[in-house]
């Protein structure tokens, strides 16, 4: 029987869907993949490690991806990190886009405003 070997690194910190913590976060979870992946397990497991590190909100800005990968049975972290990096990376300083989640109702998706010509002003998570 093989036995995997046990991690290296420390787990990160969960990310908390805010675009001031995404860069130091990113870069954790990297590591961690990459130094620990092998003791997380295939990629199947990865997917999911990624998706654990992260709180509710940021869970429900990839619940799309998730679907899709349970649709599909294939299972690549990296498309969660795409997301998270669409949402929340600001490589000039302003937020891409911000996540809107204190005047909605209980149970309603959060309303995702994005900015810039690419924009999807106002759509639903």
Not at 44 to 73: E, G, M, T, W
Request: aromatic share 8%; net charge positive.
């Amino acid at each position: 029987m093989l036995r995997r070997p046990k991690p290296c690194l420390p787990d990160p910190e969960r990310f908390i869907g805010t675009d001031v913590k995404f860069d130091a976060w990113s870069a954790s979870i990297k590591a961690k993949l990459a130094i620990d992946g092998e003791a997380i397990g295939n990629s199947k497991a990865q997917f999911f490690y990624v998706y654990l590190c992260l709180d509710s909100i940021a869970q429900r800005a990839v619940l799309p991806q998730l679907d899709h990968a349970n649709d599909v049975n294939r299972y690549n972290y990296r498309a969660i990190l795409d997301q998270l990096k669409i949402l929340y990376d600001k490589p000039d300083g302003v937020p891409r886009a911000t996540i809107h989640t204190s005047s909605r109702k209980q149970g309603s998706p959060p309303t995702i405003q994005a900015e810039g010509p690419w924009g999807c002003e106002g759509q639903k998570a």
